[in-house]
């Protein structure tokens, strides 16, 4: 691996702290500091930013749309990254070495076959797949480097289910950094891991499921040369609470009814929560979304949690349980999302109380349908990310989601994550093991589209057409 010479990057330091998360703790920290959990009482932490009283959200607004403009032709970062976009929202100076692979930026569709599957009048869906490596996690990437290089880290480390280890390996490279990939042996795409070998990570395939290279990273992070990059890590929801805005941005400020995304290790549904927080604390928009979770049901020990929740107390989201009941066996063929133990639950919990927002789950059948379902929208994405319109379609059966809401899923990942899923579906031979049990489920494909094997001549082709026509 080549490494970076060690050493900070001078940079302005800018406002803002790191803060525990637990309300009875509330110890804050530098954001130069090197910490993990909170050091007190091992809570997560979160940033705050300061920004100055001097500044005019109407005057930040305008900035963001100029530097948009400029993407045509301009070659500065804070035009052509739609993280660094937003910069006075960030916890960093304007001369911090800003990392990116002009990441964000990313399409926000209409997708009426899948309104329609919802039973709804009209659904958006925005396709974080479009990033650098396929993923949203390159909007939290670009953070995270652009911090680890500050401090003067070496190796950059994180777990991974396949996306964060790509984005971390081609950011890394992009700034220098050693990567180091701890991955759940067997269990991770073929693509992902073709992509974390080409940008040249130091790949460690693990003998165990994502939660034990989770767990595995949070112990090499005591060591001062390793810096973790998972979603744990609070510059990386600095990174991706961006997707907030640039949707916000995107709907013209008109701010949707409901937000939909799906639920791994959590980070995601955090920094969507804060970023709207925070655009609501400045008065830039005039009502938080609602902000609904959806995890897949063999691994869903948030939507387990929030089934039981007193709401009365909780109300507010101020006051969180102390403990999640772990999945000991996380089940889903959406490897995403197959996280048992999930880091960032009480700050997702937090956002979706907050948000007023559900936590369900949903079945491996309803995520194999929804995703042929926006593959007919002509979009695609990975099976987790097809999770939001299964969990759409439940809530709006169940009435929490009205007929003509204003709604909005956040697809976290590109379609060619998992050829092997799609064509599994298509053919009809998709099924899942559990690997406890042996229990062999196979799932029907409701809008299978197999290949026709055909003779070579121009009549087959078209009675082969026909057929498909008349059908
Ligand atoms: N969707 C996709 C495509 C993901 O890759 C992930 C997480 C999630 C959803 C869940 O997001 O963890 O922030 O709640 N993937 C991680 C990884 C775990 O290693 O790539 P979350």
């Known amino acids: 691996m080549a490494g970076r010479p060690a050493g900070a990057a001078t940079t302005n330091a800018p406002p803002g702290a790191q803060r525990c998360i637990n309300l009875a703790c509330g110890a804050t920290y530098g954001l130069r500091e090197r910490v993990q959990l909170c050091p007190r009482c091992g809570e997560t932490l979160e940033i705050v930013c300061g920004l100055p009283a001097s500044a005019d959200p109407e005057l930040m607004r305008k900035q963001w749309t100029s530097r948009r403009a400029r993407r045509a032709w301009s070659d500065d970062p804070r035009d052509l990254s739609g993280v660094w976009r937003y910069l006075e929202m960030l916890p960093f100076?304007?001369?911090?070495?800003?990392?990116?692979?002009?990441?964000?930026?990313?399409?926000?569709?209409?997708?009426?076959?899948?309104?329609?599957?919802?039973?709804?009048?009209?659904?958006?869906?925005?396709?974080?797949?479009?990033?650098?490596?396929?993923?949203?996690?390159?909007?939290?990437m670009a953070a995270a480097m652009t911090q680890a290089v500050i401090a003067g880290a070496r190796t950059a480390v994180c777990a991974s289910t396949g996306n964060t280890a790509a984005s971390l390996a081609a950011y890394a490279a992009r700034c220098g950094l050693e990567a180091a990939i701890l991955l759940p042996r067997g269990q991770v795409s073929p693509p992902k891991l073709a992509q974390s070998l080409d940008y040249g990570a130091l790949v460690l395939e693990i003998d165990g499921n994502f939660d034990v290279c989770m767990r595995l990273v949070q112990e090499l992070g005591e060591d001062p040369s390793i810096y973790v990059a998972n979603s744990i890590n609070p510059f990386r929801i600095e990174g991706?609470?961006?997707?907030?805005?640039?949707?916000?941005?995107?709907?013209?400020?008109?701010?949707?009814?409901?937000?939909?995304v799906p639920g791994g290790n959590m980070g995601n549904s955090t920094a969507l929560g804060k970023g709207f927080q925070e655009l609501f604390d400045l008065a830039m928009i005039d009502r938080l979304p609602r902000l609904s979770i959806i995890q897949a049901e063999g691994a869903a020990?948030?939507?387990?949690?929030?089934?039981?929740?007193?709401?009365?107390?909780?109300?507010?989201?101020?006051?969180?349980?102390?403990?999640?009941?772990?999945?000991?066996?996380?089940?889903?063929?959406?490897?995403?999302?197959?996280?048992?133990?999930?880091?960032?639950?009480?700050k997702a919990l937090r956002a979706v109380l907050r948000a007023q927002g559900q936590i369900i789950s949903v079945s491996e059948q309803e995520i194999a349908d929804a995703k042929a379902m926006i593959?007919?929208?002509?979009?695609?994405?990975?099976?987790?990310?097809?999770?939001?319109?299964?969990?759409?379609?439940?809530?709006?059966?169940?009435?929490?989601?009205?007929?003509?809401?204003?709604?909005?899923?956040?697809?976290?990942?590109?379609?060619?994550?998992?050829?092997?899923?799609?064509?599994?579906y298509h053919e009809g031979t998709l099924s899942l093991t559990s690997v406890g049990t042996k229990a062999h489920e196979s799932f029907a494909g409701t809008f299978r589209n197999p290949p026709r094997r055909v003779a070579a001549t121009k009549a087959a082709i078209l009675s082969s057409l026909e057929r498909q026509r008349s059908a």
């Open 301 to 346: 020990p948030l939507a387990r949690l929030f089934a039981r929740l007193d709401f009365n107390r909780q109300r507010g989201g101020e006051d969180i349980p102390e403990k999640l009941e772990p999945v000991e066996n996380p089940q889903t063929l959406a490897t995403a999302i197959k996280i048992g133990a999930p880091v960032s639950w009480k």
């Open 240 to 260: 991706q609470k961006t997707i907030a805005f640039e949707l916000i941005e995107q709907c013209q400020w008109r701010v949707p009814d409901h937000i939909v």
């Open 93 to 140: 100076a304007n001369d911090a070495p800003f990392v990116t692979l002009f990441e964000g930026n990313t399409p926000l569709f209409d997708a009426p076959r899948s309104a329609a599957y919802c039973g709804l009048l009209r659904l958006r869906l925005k396709h974080q797949g479009y990033n650098p490596t396929g993923s949203f996690k390159d909007t939290g």
């Open 375 to 424: 593959g007919r929208d002509g979009i695609g994405c990975e099976p987790a990310s097809a999770a939001t319109v299964a969990g759409i379609k439940k809530l709006a059966a169940a009435g929490q989601i009205a007929r003509n809401d204003d709604v909005v899923a956040v697809l976290t990942g590109h379609a060619l994550k998992d050829p092997d899923y799609m064509i599994g």
